[in-house]
């Protein structure tokens, strides 16, 4: 199976290449269409970081530009970096209980967020494992209970299953659960399956994060029958749960029981890698300086839980047509058009596909992080992401970035009366691509997009959807305004941009206030969340926090992660004056943060 599948990668290659190498230097449908359906043909299956699929869309990318002309950079035209694609339990997972051994992965098993531990304790039960202090909410499963130094067994869920608007919501998410148990200085978690999570009492099937860091304490999930037999209580879980629902009290009590559980995950670490390669400028002193052009290729795979997939129990092929290959056959094709007159250009041009951007833009922040140039030398950035929905009524561009340059406004405005396109501007430098790794870096940037779509993240993201007629008319668009950027004498002048939104109330799961940063992703220490980004005029950048701190607690209490981040956000109000203890340049600071 494993020769036939590199044999179908080869000939699917083969096939493609004869075609790509034939290209002329002029931008056309049938060049777009090329692309598009190799990179996102179902012999790729998805692109996803660190899978053969990956690796060839790798290849095809990279061979590209050098066909064009281009000089590769880095590691003959690579940049590479490892990410994690999957926690998967070891061969180490033991509970006893009463001198029995319980069955890993049909009885318990870790969550894919415990630390890897082995402890021996008492067995506390904490009702669902929620503590809120609301205006018009106060509920406390911890109440009496000491759970220090203790495994505290906890419902999944909340109190409020059939009410969509609860205020539990909020505070219901397993990881919200393990901040809680571990500011009460628990030291291990155990999740049962409530009636409401699970009918048939089977485990949490297995689901990846994109987001990997570690929970600080180890986290199991048993079922209903052994937790009846650990908690040796005159009910079960299935009738605390009711009770707990009717009543809209808390239950919690200690017990006499003690377990002892070991748990054992290993991190898989998979390799995968930038694609960079330059056209130098023509002009001694110009050609110092850089224009990036970048989509990210890589995609999720075939889908499934933690993916991102919005149809998550569908395994089907992600082909990622418009989400990215449509933006990857833009920078594709102006590497070619840009080559084929490098004689008349100024300045330098860089050429990028982003790795494992739907990981959180993993590849462009490690390339901010790990520059093969100095970021101060890049005049401009530009990102294609999901270029390939055109709508033929409206003919909407969307281009975000536009306020983070001096001239920006102008310099479109100045190309989009000569196109028949309609335009909508957002000033922000920040968003949800890899143009955001480089405002955050202070370079100008400019982002296009083309909409979301019902088959953004499921299966159905195919070529045959794409408008290529569209895309073509936005590359057409986007050279000439790129060119009059890499040509002009005067640089764009980066500026802070994005307006600070209103805090609004929360929503399903939403945050009544945020600071106003954006998290660096690339961090996997689990000591703090590193900032990689700060939006002007936010919380945040009026306290004086900057790119590259790390916080490491909120009012006294530690942040280790994102995820330890966003669950102490819920518990703040506006209007709230907090401290925030940071990390910056290894030295310890305490900001005051206004919400």
């Not at 494992?356 to 530009?382: C, H, R, W, Y």
């Amino acid at each position: 199976m494993i020769k036939l599948t590199k044999t179908i990668f080869l000939i699917v290659s083969v096939m493609f290449f004869e075609i790509l190498f034939s290209q002329s230097s002029e931008i056309t449908v049938d060049e777009l269409k090329t692309h598009v359906y190799f990179l996102a043909s179902d012999s790729l299956k998805g692109r996803k970081p660190g899978t053969e699929g990956g690796r060839i869309a790798a290849e095809y990318i990279r061979d590209s530009f050098i066909n064009s002309g281009l000089s590769p950079m880095g590691d003959d035209g690579f940049q590479y970096f490892s990410v994690t694609t999957s926690v998967e339990p070891g061969d180490d997972n033991k509970l006893v209980f009463n001198g029995l051994d319980a069955v890993s992965g049909k009885d318990f098993k870790p969550m894919n967020f415990s630390s890897n531990a082995t402890l021996e304790a008492e067995v506390v039960f904490a009702g669902y494992g929620i503590e809120i202090n609301h205006d018009s909410l106060k509920w406390n499963d911890y109440e009496n209970l000491d759970v220090d130094g203790k495994w505290v067994m906890i419902l999944r869920a909340d109190p409020e299953p059939e009410n969509d608007s609860s205020l539990f919501i909020a505070y219901g998410g397993d990881r919200d659960k393990v901040l809680t148990a571990r500011d009460k200085k628990a030291a291990g978690i155990i999740f049962v399956n409530g009636v409401v999570s699970s009918k048939d009492d089977k485990l949490m099937g297995n689901t990846f994060s994109r987001v990997t860091a570690s929970a600080g304490l180890p986290a199991i999930n048993i079922t209903r029958a052994l937790a009846d037999s650990i908690l040796s209580y005159e009910k079960s879980i299935e009738q605390i749960e009711k009770e707990i629902i009717e009543n809209g009290t808390t239950l919690g009590f200690s017990t006499s029981s003690t377990i002892s559980v070991s748990t054992d995950l290993e991190r898989v670490e998979m390799e995968t890698q930038n694609i960079i390669a330059v056209i130098e400028g023509s002009d001694p002193v110009l050609k110092n300086e850089y224009i990036v052009i970048g989509a990210h290729y890589d995609h999720l795979g075939m889908g499934g839980h933690g993916s991102g997939s919005r149809v998550p129990d569908t395994i089907a092929v992600h082909n990622g047509a418009d989400d990215n290959a449509s933006g990857v056959s833009a920078v594709i094709e102006l590497a070619e058009k840009f080559n084929s007159e490098k004689e008349n250009l100024k300045r330098s041009v860089i050429l990028m596909a982003f790795g494992a951007e739907e990981m959180g833009l993993l590849g462009s922040q490690f390339f901010t992080n790990e520059p093969t140039i100095n970021l101060k030398d890049i005049v401009l950035m530009v990102n294609f992401d999901m270029i390939g929905r055109l709508d033929k009524d409206k003919r909407t561009l969307m281009i975000a970035g536009t306020g983070t340059a001096d001239q920006m406004e102008e310099l479109l405005k100045k190309h989009e009366d000569n196109s028949n396109m309609s335009f909508t501007h957002s000033p922000e430098g920040y968003g949800a691509s890899d143009h955001a790794s480089f405002y955050g870096a202070g370079v100008p940037v400019m982002f296009f997009f083309t909409g979301a779509h019902e088959d953004y993240h499921t299966p159905f993201d195919d070529p045959d959807k794409i408008n290529y007629e569209g895309e073509k008319e936005i590359i057409d668009f986007t050279y000439p305004l790129i060119l009059d950027v890499v040509n002009n004498d005067d640089r764009l002048v980066y500026k802070e941009a994005g307006p600070v939104r209103k805090q609004s109330g929360r929503g399903r799961g939403g945050l009544k206030v945020k600071f106003g940063i954006m998290p660096d992703f690339t961090s996997t220490a689990n000591d703090g969340l590193g900032v990689g980004g700060v939006t002007p005029g936010g919380p945040g950048s009026i306290a004086g926090m900057k790119k590259g701190d790390k916080i490491i607690a909120i009012e006294g209490m530690p942040v280790t992660n994102i995820y330890d981040y966003m669950a102490r956000l819920k518990k703040l109000k506006p209007g709230q004056r907090v401290s925030v203890d940071i990390i910056r340049d290894g030295e310890k600071q305490i900001l005051m943060v206004l919400l």
